[in-house]
């Protein structure tokens, strides 16, 4: 008999895992469930639109999802554990979120454990925000966290089932990113790219449209520590340096400084190298727009405008220093403020807690050794037959790159583990127990031959408006779609 896996989302860990699987056993069939009814997660919402060197990844993706002994179940999602919040503005999305997810189909770890050899928790998406933890930040319409600027020119419709984002950038020069990672980059490229760069690609067209009126002219990217610790990578600096008509600003004497105090590895001075090329560029002075590497900055306190409170005028940074010993920010009595129209969180996300499943808060992970998930309430124990991958197991971090040796890992943990015949499982019945149990019609789910005409219609879409493709932003939008 045939064994039976279930992986918990379609994006790029729980893809490179099912490739590897389906590689390395002759026999098993897998089953993907994703909450969204489309496929691809990080590589369809997350990756910028002008990358499309990275979204090639994907053709590697539909291959295996295209497979004989492969089925993908859109419009599934696991229970999560719900969450409280203090302030009354995180309650009510928060209500109006359970709402949204009620209406969808839901399954319970539970119930996949019984009903399949083993399951595969890879739901990276369910991460959430970091915050600044300053008074006044969930207020302010001006501040949103660089993932739903993401989301935004994404079309992700996780945002756009909560809201649909309004960011003025017609009235806005100045943008302000409160972090120095590649997200924050890709973030500030979109801001100050030329808007035909942009046009040839999936972006939405709202973020399309609303770029090509931008008044953006300067884009701020502030970090809490200094040039060598700086977590943008040598390609997205690469890129932000050669945009046609923005220039870098940066402290030099810092950057050098790093340079010589420092004993850095290869990548973190090709980095170096490139910030200090684009400081001393001598062609600067000719271009009109901005973008700093502010260095060695934590935001302290944010400031309403006079006239509408709930608009955030200015924010006022900390000068840092660094602990010799730790490499640690820690702040001084120095400070200074600016006015930004626009500020964006870019501090890194934290995995979610999934119902059923051990979580460790500190690290923001699920506990697992190789990516077997162990059991908490008894040490060192290991769930047989319950396994992580993703950013559920390593914590929000890494490119695509990482996620496939992740992936790999722990498919070979599952390899090990069959050929130990530790999966058994007598009372295997796979999708058909699950559904029964769920309550779940196969009309309610997005196979992936319904997928496939999804695509068609966004292709359909974009070429009316030259475009690649026009994601579709709503839920509802794509299940129109029989």
Same mark, same amino acid.
């Not at 993907?32 to 691809?40: D, G, H, M, V």
């Not at 590895?265 to 600067?284: C, F, H, Q, V």
């Not at 309550?439 to 992936?448: G, L, N, R």
């Given at each position: 008999?045939?064994?039976?896996?279930?992986?918990?989302?379609?994006?790029?860990?729980?893809?490179?895992?099912?490739?590897?699987?389906?590689?390395?056993?002759?026999?098993?069939?897998?089953?993907?469930?994703?909450?969204?009814?489309?496929?691809?997660?990080?590589?369809?919402?997350?990756?910028?639109?002008?990358?499309?060197?990275?979204?090639?990844?994907?053709?590697?993706?539909?291959?295996?999802?295209?497979?004989?002994?492969?089925?993908?179940?859109?419009?599934?999602?696991?229970?999560?554990?719900?969450?409280?919040?203090?302030?009354?503005?995180?309650?009510?999305?928060?209500?109006?979120?359970?709402?949204?997810?009620?209406?969808?189909?839901?399954?319970?770890?539970?119930?996949?454990?019984?009903?399949?050899?083993?399951?595969?928790?890879?739901?990276?998406?369910?991460?959430?925000?970091?915050?600044?933890?300053?008074?006044?930040?969930?207020?302010?319409?001006?501040?949103?966290?660089?993932?739903?600027?993401?989301?935004?020119?994404?079309?992700?419709?996780?945002?756009?089932?909560?809201?649909?984002?309004?960011?003025?950038?017609?009235?806005?020069?100045?943008?302000?990113?409160?972090? +120095?990672?590649?997200?924050? =980059?890709?973030?500030? $490229?979109? *801001?100050?790219?030329?808007? /035909? %760069?942009?046009?040839?690609? &999936?972006?939405?067209?709202?973020?399309?449209?609303?770029?090509?009126?931008?008044?953006?002219?300067?884009?701020?990217?502030?970090?809490?520590?200094?040039?060598? +610790?700086?977590?943008?990578? =040598?390609?997205?600096? $690469?890129? *932000?340096?050669?945009?046609? /008509? %923005?220039?870098?600003?940066? &402290?030099?004497?810092?950057?050098?400084?790093?340079?010589?105090?420092?004993?850095?590895?290869?990548?973190?001075?090709?980095?170096?190298?490139?910030?200090?090329?684009?400081?001393?560029?001598?062609?600067?002075?000719?271009?009109?727009?901005?973008?700093?590497? /502010?260095?060695?900055?934590?935001?302290?306190?944010?400031?309403?405008?006079?006239?509408?409170?709930?608009?955030?005028?200015?924010?006022?940074?900390?000068?840092?220093?660094?602990?010799?010993?730790?490499?640690?920010?820690?702040?001084?009595?120095?400070?200074?403020?600016?006015?930004?129209?626009?500020?964006?969180?870019?501090?890194?996300?934290?995995?979610?807690?999934?119902?059923?499943?051990?979580?460790?808060?500190?690290?923001?992970?699920?506990?697992?050794?190789?990516?077997?998930?162990?059991?908490?309430?008894?040490?060192?124990?290991?769930?047989?037959?319950?396994?992580?991958?993703?950013?559920?197991?390593?914590?929000?971090?890494?490119?695509?790159?990482?996620?496939?040796?992740?992936?790999?890992?722990?498919?070979?943990?599952?390899?090990?583990?069959?050929?130990?015949?530790?999966?058994?499982?007598?009372?295997?019945?796979?999708?058909?127990?699950?559904?029964?149990?769920?309550?779940?019609?196969?009309?309610?789910?997005?196979?992936?031959?319904?997928?496939?005409?999804?695509?068609?219609?966004?292709?359909?879409?974009?070429?009316?408006?030259?475009?690649?493709?026009?994601?579709?932003?709503?839920?509802?939008?794509?299940?129109?779609?029989?």
């Amino acid at each position: 008999m045939s064994p039976y896996l279930a992986v918990l989302g379609s994006g790029p860990a729980a893809l490179y895992l099912t490739s590897r699987l389906l590689l390395n056993h002759p026999t098993i069939r897998i089953h993907i469930y994703e909450k969204n009814p489309a496929p691809f997660g990080l590589v369809r919402y997350g990756v910028a639109p002008d990358h499309e060197n990275v979204k090639q990844a994907m053709k590697q993706m539909k291959e295996t999802l295209q497979h004989q002994r492969v089925r993908f179940m859109g419009n599934v999602e696991l229970q999560t554990t719900s969450q409280k919040h203090n302030n009354q503005h995180e309650n009510l999305e928060t209500e109006s979120v359970m709402k949204r997810k009620r209406k969808r189909n839901q399954v319970r770890i539970e119930t996949l454990r019984k009903h399949y050899n083993a399951v595969v928790l890879a739901t990276g998406g369910a991460a959430k925000d970091r915050k600044l933890h300053l008074p006044g930040e969930d207020t302010f319409r001006n501040l949103v966290s660089a993932r739903q600027f993401v989301a935004w020119y994404n079309s992700d419709p996780e945002q756009y089932e909560r809201s649909v984002p309004q960011f003025d950038l017609k009235n806005t020069e100045e943008v302000t990113i409160v972090g +120095q990672g590649n997200v924050a =980059a890709d973030c500030a $490229r979109i *801001l100050l790219s030329p808007i /035909d %760069a942009l046009r040839n690609t &999936d972006i939405s067209q709202d973020a399309l449209d609303r770029l090509a009126e931008s008044k953006v002219r300067r884009v701020r990217l502030v970090g809490r520590r200094g040039p060598a +610790q700086i977590a943008i990578t =040598a390609s997205e600096i $690469r890129e *932000l340096i050669h945009l046609p /008509d %923005a220039a870098l600003y940066a &402290d030099t004497v810092m950057i050098n400084k790093a340079k010589e105090g420092y004993t850095l590895d290869r990548p973190k001075k090709r980095i170096i190298s490139l910030m200090l090329e684009g400081a001393n560029d001598p062609t600067r002075v000719d271009k009109s727009k901005a973008w700093h590497l /502010d260095f060695l900055l934590s935001p302290q306190a944010l400031h309403p405008n006079k006239v509408d409170p709930q608009v955030l005028d200015s924010v006022t940074f900390a000068r840092n220093r660094l602990d010799p010993l730790t490499m640690r920010a820690q702040p001084t009595e120095e400070t200074m403020t600016w006015k930004t129209p626009l500020l964006l969180r870019s501090i890194g996300y934290e995995a979610q807690a999934l119902q059923g499943i051990p979580f460790d808060v500190d690290q923001s992970i699920v506990p697992n050794i190789g990516g077997k998930v162990m059991d908490y309430s008894v040490h060192g124990s290991i769930i047989p037959g319950l396994y992580v991958t993703g950013w559920l197991k390593t914590g929000p971090r890494g490119v695509i790159v990482n996620a496939m040796m992740d992936a790999y890992e722990t498919a070979d943990m599952i390899l090990n583990d069959f050929a130990l015949e530790a999966l058994q499982n007598d009372e295997c019945s796979h999708w058909i127990g699950v559904k029964h149990d769920s309550h779940i019609e196969d009309s309610d789910v997005v196979d992936y031959a319904r997928w496939k005409r999804i695509e068609q219609e966004e292709q359909k879409r974009g070429e009316i408006l030259g475009k690649p493709a026009e994601k579709l932003q709503r839920v509802q939008d794509m299940l129109g779609i029989e």
